[in-house]
């Protein structure tokens, strides 16, 4: 199983984002998949997830102003972030729900 993030960087306060997330090695669309952050000094949190059937659930603060989204197609998981806060500054990795393996990560840095 191979995950590669991508789409993260600098944004100020209030900015938007879409991170994604390519996936190989596996049976995408019969794959549980989420997304993770940690930032710095800080544990790593889940942030969204969304399972095989698109069903989705969030963390409670990114109720709202995160999206998760995937394109069985296209072997691809997304995240939309918006009204992003300076608390959202994390490095942000896309995993697999059975066998936990996560991608890199890509850094998402927001600024006043």
């Known amino acids: 199983v191979q995950l590669v993030e991508s789409g993260g960087g600098s944004v100020q306060a209030g900015g938007s984002l879409r991170l994604s997330c390519t996936a190989s090695?596996?049976?995408?669309?019969?794959?549980?998949m989420g997304w993770y952050r940690q930032a710095p000094g800080k544990e790593r949190e889940g942030v969204a997830h969304?399972?095989?059937?698109?069903?989705?659930h969030y963390a409670d603060s990114e109720k709202g102003r995160f999206t998760i989204s995937r394109d069985n197609a296209k072997n691809m998981l997304y995240l939309d972030l918006s009204s992003l806060q300076i608390e959202d500054t994390a490095m942000y990795y896309c995993?697999?729900?059975?066998?936990?393996?996560r991608g890199p990560g890509t850094l998402v840095t927001v600024s006043s």
């Open positions: 995993a697999e729900g059975h066998t936990g393996v």
């Open positions: 969304i399972g095989a059937a698109g069903n989705s």
């Open positions: 090695g596996l049976t995408f669309e019969d794959s549980d």
